[in-house]
């Protein structure tokens, strides 16, 4: 395994215990890390139920963390790893931050952004899915099988 992909993967788990954090909460179980230089500058998990706001997805929150830490809106040479392929809303968003590079584990196939056209994403920035997807993808379905 080249260091990109280790790289790559272990942002991914970073990623995917924030979605484990939200699944013991009862959230959807969607988690996102950027990083910065190597460094993570913000964590996040939907908290959509505990904060009662539809807009807390792991992405947004995660955006606003980063800025934060970062000092300013743009997130220029910044990679978000989530689990989940992100909305429109939450794509929008990271559009107009400009982050660098979306990763993203499992394909959202009934809301994730690359079902739309054009796309929301800037078109600079680079979209790599698929790194751990499995596991990813099965926390949702583990999610909603228990709410069914």
């Not at 743009?74 to 794509?91: G, S």
């Not at 660098?100 to 920035?125: C, N």
Request: aromatic share 8%; with cysteine.
């Amino acid at each position: 395994m080249d260091k990109i992909d280790f790289t790559d993967k272990y942002f991914m788990q970073q990623a995917y215990k924030e979605a484990r954090e939200a699944f013991n909460k009862d959230e959807v179980p969607v988690g996102a890390v950027i990083v910065s230089k190597g460094q993570i500058v913000a964590r996040a998990h939907n908290l959509t139920e505990t904060l009662n706001d539809v807009t807390a997805h792991a992405e947004m929150l995660a955006i606003t963390s980063a800025a934060e830490t970062l000092g300013g809106k743009y997130l220029n040479n910044c990679t978000l790893y989530v689990t989940l392929e992100p909305c429109a809303m939450c794509a929008g968003a990271l559009s107009w931050a400009q982050i660098s590079r979306i990763v993203y584990a499992a394909p959202d196939e009934k809301r994730g952004f690359s079902r739309l056209t054009p796309s929301p994403i800037h078109p600079k920035t680079e979209v790599v899915s698929g790194i751990m997807a499995e596991e990813c993808s099965m926390l949702v379905k583990e999610f909603f099988g228990k709410k069914r």
